[in-house]
C-alpha cells in the first residue's frame, strides 16, 4: 500500500514539475499562449482543464484496458483517444448549460478549446503506452492538469507585468512571452533531478 | 484495349495469389516503438476494427443526442437575434455586465430600454426595438470630449516623469508630471482602452477623439486618471476644454490655454450659459445654444468650438423685412429697411445661428443650426394644424 501510494505521488509530482507538459515536452503551446493573457481567464482554463483532463483519462482507461486490449486493437487509440475526448467535452458542455448556468458562463468558453488540444491527447496515450493500471493513470492526468494550471498561472502573472512595462518594439507581444517561456522553461530544468522514475 | 485489360487480369490474379494473413505486419506504437506481431490475422482485427469503431461511434452518438434532448436549454431565438444587431465591446454602458446579458435581459424583461446600447447607436436601437417589439428612444448621439487644451508645449511640467508610460502609472507619482493638476498627463491611457479605436495620441501628446468612431461607450472617462475625458452630447459643440480649479494666476503660469476665470465669456454669452465656480468657467449645455460668440473673446483660448468652420448666414427671399435680426445679431451684420429684403454682410458675420433661430418666417438659411431650426418649426407647423 505504500509503495502504492509513492507512486502515485511520484507521479503527480513528475507530471506536474519535472516532466510538466509545457516546459519540458511543449505540448499545449497554442493554448497555454492564448489563455495566458490575464490571470482570471488562465485560472479558470487551468480548473476546467484539470478537471477535463483526469475524467478523460480515466474514461480512456476503460475503453482501452476493457476493451481494445482485449480486441488486440490497440493501434485505434489515437483515433479513438480523439473520439472519446471530443464526445465527453462536447456532452459536459452541454449538461454543464443546463445544470450550472454560472458554471457554464464561468468555464464553458474553454471547454470547446479543450477538445483541440494535444496535453489532454498525449496523456491517454503515455498512459496506454506506460501501461499504468487505473489509480496511477488517474494521477498522472491530475498531476499533468495541476502542472498546466501552474504554468498558465506562473505565466499569466509575469505577462500581466510585462504588459506595462517597457519593452523593445519588435518584441513586443507574443516575441517577449516566447522568451520568457523559455527562460521559465530553464527554470524548470532545475527540478528535474527532484524525483526519478 | 486488349494488352490493357490482360495487365489488369494478372495483376488480380497476382494478389489472389499472395497469402497476406501470412505476412509480418510490423505494429507500430505511439512511442516509436515497434512491436512485431509473428502471426496477424487480418480478417479477425478487420472484423473487431470495423465492429468496434462502429459500435464506439454509434454509442457517443446516441448518448450525445440523448444527453443533447434531455439536457436541452431553451433559449428565447430572439436573444440570439439581438446579440447579432448589439455592439460586441462589452462595455457595460448599458448596465449590464456584458452584451450576452444585456440581451437576454433586453428579451426577457419587458421594461429593459431596447436604446440602452450606446456604442450600438440609433441603428441598433431600432434593431433591438423592432426584434423585441419595444419602442426605440431616439437618443442624441454622445461624444468623448477632452477638456484640456495643455499639450507638452503649451503647459509647463514640474519634473521629469521616466516611469511606465501610462497615466495611472505617472498620476502614482506626485499627482503626475505635470505642473497643473487638473491636465491631460499624454501618456495614452485613454487612447488604449478606447475599444474602438477612436482615441489616438496625437504628436503634441493630446488625445485626439475620431467623432465618425466614437460611440460614447465611456470607458476612456472611467479610465482617465485626472477625469480629464467627459463624455457630452454630440450637438453641443462649444465647451471650456479646461478643468483647472487653480487660481487665475496659477493657472497662467503652468499653461498657456487654461480657463483664468476672467469672466468675460459670462459677459458675451446672451442666453448666461456660462458660469465662473471655484476659478473655473462651465458652460451650462442646457442652456448653450453653440452660437460660439464666447470662443473668439476668450483671452486665453480656453474655449473650444468643435464646429470645424461655421458657415455664414444667407437671407432668402421669404423675408418679410421685421428686423428681428438686425435686433439679434450680436456683431451687428444684419442690415435693411423694413418691409424690405435684409442683407447679411459676411465680412461681420461669425455664424452664430442666432437670426436663424430668431426669424420668424425661417427666411434665414446657412448657419450649422438650420436644419434643426426648420425641422422643429415644421413639426410644430403640423401639430398646431391637427
Same mark, same amino acid.
Given at each position: 500500500m505504500t509503495t502504492d501510494s509513492t507512486k502515485l505521488f511520484e507521479l503527480i509530482i513528475a507530471a506536474s514539475l519535472t516532466n510538466n507538459f509545457v516546459f519540458t515536452? $511543449?505540448?499545449?503551446?497554442?493554448?497555454?499562449?492564448?489563455?495566458?493573457?490575464?490571470?482570471?481567464?488562465?485560472?479558470?482554463?487551468? /480548473?476546467?482543464?484539470t478537471a477535463v483532463m483526469m475524467i478523460s483519462a480515466a474514461l480512456s482507461w476503460v475503453v482501452y484496458n476493457l476493451v481494445m486490449l *482485449?480486441?488486440?486493437?490497440?493501434?485505434?487509440? /489515437?483515433?479513438?483517444?480523439?473520439?472519446?475526448?471530443?464526445?465527453?467535452?462536447?456532452?459536459?458542455?452541454?449538461?454543464?448549460?443546463?445544470?450550472?448556468?454560472?458554471? $457554464? $458562463?464561468?468555464?464553458?468558453? $474553454?471547454?470547446?478549446?479543450i477538445s483541440t488540444n494535444c496535453i489532454i491527447l498525449a496523456v491517454p496515450l503515455i498512459n496506454a503506452d506506460e501501461q499504468y493500471s487505473f489509480l496511477e493513470s488517474l494521477a498522472f492526468g491530475f498531476g499533468s492538469g495541476i502542472g498546466f494550471a501552474l504554468a498558465l498561472i506562473i505565466m499569466a502573472s509575469i505577462r500581466e507585468k510585462i504588459e506595462v512595462a517597457d519593452v523593445?518594439?519588435?518584441?513586443?507581444?507574443? *516575441?517577449?512571452a516566447f522568451i520568457v517561456t523559455s527562460m521559465i522553461a530553464l527554470a524548470f530544468m532545475g527540478l528535474s533531478g527532484l524525483i526519478t522514475i | 484495349m486488349h494488352e490493357l485489360q490482360r495487365l489488369v487480369l494478372d495483376v488480380v490474379r497476382l494478389i489472389h495469389g499472395l497469402d497476406i494473413s501470412n505476412?509480418?505486419?510490423?505494429?507500430? #506504437? =505511439? %512511442?516509436? %516503438? !515497434?512491436?512485431?506481431?509473428?502471426?496477424? &490475422?487480418?480478417? +479477425?482485427?478487420?472484423?473487431?476494427?470495423? !465492429?468496434?469503431?462502429? #459500435? =464506439?461511434?454509434?454509442?457517443?452518438g446516441f448518448g450525445l443526442a440523448l444527453t443533447a434532448q434531455k439536457f436541452a436549454v431553451k433559449i428565447d431565438p430572439r436573444v440570439e437575434k439581438v446579440k447579432e444587431v448589439l455592439a460586441h465591446a462589452h462595455c457595460g454602458a448599458c448596465g449590464y455586465a456584458g452584451c450576452d446579458q444585456y440581451a437576454e435581459a433586453v428579451v426577457n424583461n419587458p421594461e429593459v430600454?431596447?436604446?440602452?446600447?450606446?456604442p450600438g447607436g440609433a441603428l441598433c436601437a431600432e434593431a433591438v426595438a423592432f426584434i423585441t417589439g419595444k419602442k426605440a428612444e431616439i437618443k442624441e448621439p454622445i461624444f468623448a470630449r477632452i477638456m484640456c487644451q495643455g499639450n507638452?508645449?503649451? @503647459?509647463?511640467?514640474?519634473?521629469?516623469?521616466? #516611469?511606465?508610460?501610462?497615466?495611472?502609472?505617472?498620476?502614482?507619482?506626485?499627482? %503626475? &508630471?505635470? @505642473?497643473?493638476?487638473y491636465g491631460c498627463l499624454g501618456y495614452g491611457t485613454c487612447a488604449r482602452v478606447c475599444p474602438f479605436d477612436a482615441l489616438s495620441m496625437a504628436e503634441d501628446h493630446l488625445p485626439f477623439v475620431d467623432i465618425t468612431k466614437c460611440t460614447g461607450c465611456r470607458k476612456c472617462e472611467a479610465a482617465c486618471p485626472k477625469k480629464v475625458i467627459e463624455v457630452?452630447?454630440? @450637438?453641443?459643440?462649444?465647451? =471650456?476644454?479646461? +478643468? @483647472?480649479?487653480?487660481? #487665475?494666476?496659477?493657472?497662467?503660469?503652468?499653461?498657456?490655454?487654461g480657463c483664468i476665470a476672467c469672466g468675460i465669456c459670462v459677459k458675451v454669452c446672451p442666453f448666461d450659459a456660462p458660469k465662473v465656480e471655484r476659478n473655473l468657467s462651465r458652460i451650462d449645455i442646457n442652456k448653450c445654444r453653440v452660437c460660439g460668440l464666447c470662443v473668439p473673446r476668450c483671452p486665453t483660448k480656453a474655449i473650444e468650438d468643435f464646429i470645424p468652420k461655421r458657415s455664414k448666414a444667407e437671407v432668402t427671399d421669404k423675408c418679410i423685412g421685421c428686423q428681428i435680426c438686425m435686433k439679434v445679431c450680436p456683431v451687428n451684420a444684419a442690415t435693411g429697411e423694413k418691409k424690405k429684403k435684409h442683407h447679411i454682410d459676411h465680412s461681420r458675420c461669425i455664424g452664430c445661428g442666432i437670426c436663424t433661430a430668431k426669424c420668424p418666417v425661417q427666411a434665414i438659411e446657412g448657419t450649422f443650426n438650420a436644419t434643426d431650426v426648420f425641422c422643429l418649426a415644421a413639426a410644430k407647423k403640423q401639430n398646431a394644424a391637427s
Open positions: 515536452r $511543449y505540448l499545449g503551446l497554442c493554448i497555454f499562449f492564448g489563455v495566458s493573457k490575464k490571470m482570471e481567464t488562465a485560472l479558470g482554463m487551468g /480548473i476546467t482543464f *482485449p480486441l488486440d486493437i490497440t493501434f485505434l487509440k /489515437i483515433i479513438v483517444f480523439i473520439g472519446i475526448i471530443a464526445a465527453f467535452v462536447q456532452a459536459s458542455d452541454t449538461i454543464m448549460r443546463k445544470m450550472s448556468p454560472g458554471l $457554464y $458562463y464561468k468555464l464553458g468558453i $474553454y471547454l470547446a478549446l523593445p518594439a519588435p518584441f513586443k507581444g507574443m *516575441p517577449m | 505476412l509480418l505486419l510490423p505494429y507500430v #506504437g =505511439v %512511442g516509436g %516503438g !515497434i512491436e512485431a506481431h509473428e502471426h496477424v &490475422d487480418l480478417v +479477425h482485427t478487420l472484423k473487431y476494427t470495423l !465492429i468496434f469503431l462502429v #459500435g =464506439v461511434s454509434a454509442i457517443f430600454s431596447p436604446s440602452l446600447c450606446t507638452w508645449d503649451k @503647459s509647463s511640467k514640474k519634473f521629469r516623469y521616466e #516611469g511606465v508610460q501610462d497615466c495611472r502609472a505617472a498620476v502614482l507619482a506626485g499627482g %503626475g &508630471d505635470k @505642473s497643473c493638476l457630452l452630447p454630440a @450637438s453641443k459643440q462649444v465647451l =471650456v476644454a479646461c +478643468h @483647472s480649479k487653480d487660481k #487665475g494666476v496659477d493657472t497662467r503660469k503652468n499653461c498657456e490655454v
